[in-house]
């Protein structure tokens, strides 16, 4: 089974530029997140969909960050303008929450690291 | 949220048994304890989950005293694939709470040949 995939790798744009990131969860998960990482630190969540809506967005910065979940799979999350300070590596993860089953875990893809100039 | 502490880093030789040690003082009672692994350029990575006591899996083991204040992560006989960023993470499940994983900055473990 695929697990998350997310693309690009590798993004380098120039300052004010626009960058959008694309995340494909596991097949059947209804919750998505988007963190960011920076160098040395820990991932921190952006935000959180359960289907297609946003249920935890405080730690988004609305001002040039946005994101969609359409139909509730695929995820972009879109940077405008970028500044120097959003060079970092952008998470994207997968669970499935409720049913049956407890749920443990979540699933992360292997990021895109953007590097603002 | 509880808090977690963890030291930063670690090392260890190939073949010896790792322990590490995560303080959690104001866990809550319907806050689990999970342990992720993050290697160079990918996303971390679920390990082990416990409540109480002790649990085992193929790849570690996880040590939780009665007051639940700390816990182990005992990994055995490391090999240099071992070396990773292992973060500490404490809250309630998934599907109820907070719904989200909150990292701390990790413990990096660095394993010698």
């Known amino acids: 089974e695929a697990g998350v995939v997310q693309s690009p790798r590798y993004k380098i744009i120039e300052k004010k530029q626009p960058v959008a990131f694309w995340c494909n969860p596991i097949?059947?998960?209804?919750?998505l997140y988007w963190y960011r990482q920076n160098l040395g630190q820990g991932p921190e969540l952006l935000i959180r969909?359960?289907?297609?809506?946003?249920?935890?967005d405080s730690q988004l910065p609305k001002d040039r960050f946005s994101a969609e979940r359409l139909k509730g799979v695929d995820s972009t999350l879109k940077i405008q303008p970028a500044e120097l300070g959003d060079s970092a590596v952008y998470l994207c993860?997968?669970?499935?929450?409720?049913?049956?089953?407890?749920?443990?875990?979540?699933?992360f893809g292997q990021g895109t690291r953007l590097t603002v100039v | 949220l509880a808090k977690t502490t963890q030291p930063i880093s670690m090392d260890s030789y190939e073949g010896q048994e790792v322990n590490i040690t995560c303080s959690h003082n104001?866990?809550?009672?319907?806050?689990?304890i999970t342990w992720y692994q993050q290697f160079p350029s990918q996303g971390p990575r679920f390990i082990i989950q416990?409540?109480?006591t002790k649990v085992t899996n193929e790849v570690a083991s996880l040590f939780i005293p009665a007051d639940r204040k700390s816990s182990t992560l005992s990994l055995p006989r490391v090999s240099l694939s071992d070396t990773a960023v292992y973060y500490c993470?404490?809250?309630?499940?998934?599907?109820?709470?907070?719904?989200?994983?909150?990292f701390g900055s990790g413990t990096r473990l660095q394993v010698q040949p």
């Open positions: 104001n866990i809550a009672t319907n806050d689990y």
């Open positions: 993470l404490v809250g309630p499940p998934l599907d109820t709470g907070r719904r989200a994983l909150t």
């Open positions: 993860a997968s669970s499935l929450v409720g049913g049956t089953a407890k749920n443990t875990e979540a699933f």
């Open positions: 097949s059947g998960h209804n919750t």
């Open positions: 416990g409540y109480k």
């Open positions: 969909y359960e289907n297609e809506e946003a249920v935890d």
